[in-house]
């Protein structure tokens, strides 16, 4: 593992929970069921992408996976 990768991933993960809370912002301020509808299933698939990339993350970097133990998360 390289920490180049580790640093990919992080962005990445950055990347996956803006999207969360933009569509979330969307999702709050429009109207249309419809549209709320679609635009919540993408944000639970951002949130999808959120795990995989915490879980891949918590395999490569000992430290933190540590973190998490020790919180129990």
């Known amino acids: 593992m390289n920490s180049k990768d580790l640093e990919?991933?992080?962005e990445d993960l950055i990347g996956e929970l803006e999207a969360i809370n933009q569509y979330q912002d969307h999702i709050?301020?429009?109207d249309n069921e419809e549209?709320?509808?679609v635009l919540s299933h993408i944000r639970d698939d951002e949130k999808e992408?959120?795990?995989e990339?915490?879980?891949v993350i918590r395999?490569?970097?000992e430290v933190q996976e540590e973190k998490f133990q020790k919180?129990?998360?």
Do not use: T
């Open 8 to 10: 990919f991933l992080r």
């Open 71 to 73: 919180e129990e998360l």
């Open 35 to 37: 549209i709320k509808k």
């Open 59 to 61: 395999k490569l970097d």
């Open 28 to 30: 709050d301020e429009i």
């Open 49 to 51: 992408h959120v795990a």
């Open 53 to 55: 990339l915490i879980k």
